[in-house]
Nanobody, 122 residues
Framework: VQLQASGGGRVQTGGSLRLSCVSS????????MGWFRQAPGKERELIAC????????YYADSVKGRFTMSRDNTEYVVYLQMNDLQSEDTATYYC????????????????WGQGTLVTVSS
């Protein structure tokens, strides 16, 4: 399986972006998935997790209430809707597959693809 994130770009503070993550193969409903980000000079930060059925979620406190993760199991896509973006959200965003939901919550990912850069400016 290969993953490719897209949808990043430059946005002003308070703006919105929707990231997409396309899988090279059908996303079976037992794939728990997540988004994480990494800013220059900073450690990787887990953003969100979603379980295979799409019924269970986890969000980092830093994005709770602003970001929403979703998935379409009939297609090859997971999404990250990002609202009210702030400068501290500037980073490269990656989607990833975790073996279990708990592994996702601990940011223990099995596979991730190339990221997409999000830049938030005032």
């Amino acid at each position: 399986v290969q993953l490719q994130a897209s949808g990043g770009g430059r946005v002003q503070t308070g703006g919105s972006l929707r990231l997409s993550c396309v899988s090279s193969e059908y996303i079976l409903d037992y794939y728990d998935m997540g988004w994480f980000r990494q800013a220059p000079g900073k450690e990787r930060e887990l953003i969100a997790c979603i379980n295979g059925s799409g019924r269970h979620y986890y969000y980092a406190d830093s994005v709770k209430g602003r970001f929403t993760m979703s998935r379409d199991n009939t297609e090859y896509v997971v999404y990250l809707q990002m609202n009210d973006l702030q400068s501290e959200d500037t980073a490269t965003y990656y989607c990833a597959i975790a073996g279990t939901f708990e592994r996702c919550r601990s940011a223990s990912f099995d596979l991730w693809g190339q990221g997409t850069l999000v830049t938030v400016s005032s």
